[in-house]
C-alpha cells in the first residue's frame, strides 16, 4: 500500500470517518512500516492535544459589563432573598392575624404532637417578644401560636428559595 | 435533549430581557467564544471586545435565533463574523500567514512533555487565521464538518482540504524533524 494512502486514511481516522475495514487496513500496514508508524503517532498526537487545550476566560467584570450595554439592571441574589423574606414574613403575619381558621384547629395539631408541644413551650417566649417588636401594631390581635406557625411558613419558604439560588450559583460556577 | 430544552428556556427569558437568564448564558459560553476569540487573534484584550461584541449582538439578535437550531452554532457563527471585522479592521489577511504574528516565535522547539499544548498553541499561530479557525472548531470545539461550514460559510470539501492540510503543518511544526511516509 502506498503512503500516500495511508496518510488519506489517518486523515480519515483523524476526521472520525474511516471504516472498520479501512482502519483494519491502517493498522496492517502500520505493524510493518516504522516511518508511517511514527507519522501516525505524531498526528493521532497532534489532534489530541489540541483536543486538550486549555480554556481562558475573560476579566471577571465581563457580565457585568455586557447587562450593563445590554441596559439591564443587575439584581444581586441577596436583595432577592431579603426581598422574598420581608415578603413571607409580612403575609405570614397578616395571613394568620386574619385568618378565618379558628385557634383551635392549630392548637389541636399542635398538642396531638409532643414534640412540638415541647417545642413551642420553649419558644413561646422568644417568639411573642419577638411579635411585640416587630409588629407592635397587631401583638393584640395575634395569640403566640400564629406568629409561630408564621415563622414556619418563612423557615420553609426560605428553605426552598435558597435551594433555587443555590443551583443557580452551581450553574454560574 | 433536556440540555437544548433548558437552553431554550433561558433563551426565551433572556429575549424578555431577564437579567439572571443573560448571565447564565454568558457564564456557560464566554469560556469557549473567548477561548476561540482569543486563539484567533492572540491578545488578550482583543479577544475580550471580540467575546464582548459578540455577545453583545447575540442577545440583541435572539429574537431572530432559530430555536430548533444549534444556539451554540450560532453563536460561534456570530463570533466568526466578529472576528472577520477585527481582521478587516486591522487589515490581517484571513487566508494568509501573517509574518507580524510569528516573527519573534520560535516555534520548533524542544520535546519537552509538559510543553506540547504550549508548542501547539504557538505552532497555532504559524497557520493562517482560516485554517487556524478550522483546526479549532474541529479538534477544540468538536464540531462536524458540516456545521463548520455553516459557521465559517465555506464548502465543506474546501473545510477538509484546509483541515488535512492544517493538520499535517501542524504536526511538521511540533515535532521535531519532521518525516513524511
Redesign the interface.
Given at each position: 500500500m502506498k503512503?500516500k494512502e495511508?496518510?488519506r486514511l489517518i486523515?480519515k481516522r483523524?476526521?472520525r470517518e474511516i471504516s472498520h475495514t479501512e482502519q483494519r487496513k491502517l493498522d496492517k500496514h502500520l505493524a510493518q512500516?516504522p516511518?508511517?508508524r511514527?507519522?501516525c503517532q505524531?498526528?493521532m498526537?497532534?489532534?489530541k492535544?489540541?483536543?486538550?487545550?486549555?480554556?481562558?476566560?475573560?476579566?471577571s467584570d465581563?457580565?457585568a459589563?455586557?447587562?450593563a450595554?445590554?441596559g439591564?439592571?443587575?439584581?444581586f441574589a441577596w436583595t432577592k432573598a431579603g426581598i422574598a423574606f420581608a415578603g413571607s414574613w409580612i403575609a405570614a403575619l397578616l395571613f394568620f392575624a386574619y385568618s378565618p381558621l379558628q385557634q383551635q384547629v392549630f392548637s389541636r395539631i399542635a398538642t396531638s404532637i409532643p414534640t412540638i408541644m415541647r417545642l413551642f413551650d420553649k419558644t413561646e417566649l422568644v417568639i411573642s417578644s419577638l411579635t411585640q417588636v416587630l409588629s407592635p401594631a397587631v401583638k393584640n390581635s395575634l395569640s403566640t401560636l400564629n406568629p409561630v406557625v408564621g415563622l414556619v411558613f418563612s423557615i420553609l419558604f426560605i428553605y426552598f428559595l435558597g435551594k433555587a439560588l443555590q443551583k443557580?450559583v452551581k450553574?454560574?460556577a | 435533549m433536556k440540555e437544548r430544552k433548558e437552553i431554550t428556556q433561558l433563551i426565551q427569558r433572556a429575549i424578555n430581557?431577564d437579567?439572571?437568564a443573560?448571565?447564565?448564558i454568558?457564564?456557560?459560553y464566554?469560556?469557549?467564544v473567548?477561548?476561540y476569540a482569543?486563539?484567533m487573534v492572540k491578545n488578550y484584550h482583543d479577544?475580550?471586545d471580540i467575546?464582548?461584541d459578540a455577545?453583545?449582538k447575540c442577545?440583541?439578535a435572539l429574537p431572530r435565533f432559530d430555536t430548533s437550531k444549534s444556539f451554540l452554532t450560532w453563536l460561534f457563527t456570530i463570533t466568526h463574523n466578529v472576528t472577520m471585522d477585527y481582521f478587516r479592521k486591522n487589515k490581517q489577511e484571513y487566508e494568509y500567514f501573517d509574518e507580524r504574528h510569528a516573527s519573534n516565535e520560535n516555534l520548533v522547539q524542544d520535546y519537552a512533555q509538559k510543553r506540547?499544548?504550549e508548542r501547539?498553541?504557538s505552532a497555532l499561530l504559524k497557520l493562517p487565521p482560516i485554517d487556524r479557525e478550522l483546526?479549532?472548531l474541529f479538534?477544540?470545539e468538536?464540531y462536524s464538518?458540516q456545521e463548520i461550514s455553516e459557521i465559517v460559510g465555506i464548502p465543506v470539501t474546501t473545510i477538509?482540504t484546509r483541515?488535512?492540510r492544517a493538520?499535517?503543518r501542524?504536526?511538521a511544526l511540533?515535532?521535531d524533524k519532521?518525516?513524511?511516509?
Open positions: 503512503h495511508i496518510e486523515q483523524l476526521d512500516c516511518d508511517c511514527r507519522f505524531q498526528m498526537q497532534t489532534g492535544v489540541l483536543g486538550e487545550l486549555t480554556q481562558s476566560y475573560p476579566k465581563f457580565n459589563r455586557v447587562i450595554r445590554l439591564l439592571k443587575r439584581r443557580e450553574c454560574k | 430581557r437579567e439572571s443573560c448571565q447564565k454568558l457564564n456557560l464566554k469560556g469557549r473567548f477561548s482569543y486563539r479577544a475580550e467575546t464582548f455577545f453583545i442577545f440583541n506540547r499544548m501547539i498553541d483546526v479549532i479538534h477544540k468538536e464538518y477538509k483541515l488535512h493538520r499535517k501542524l504536526r511540533v515535532h519532521p518525516k513524511k511516509p
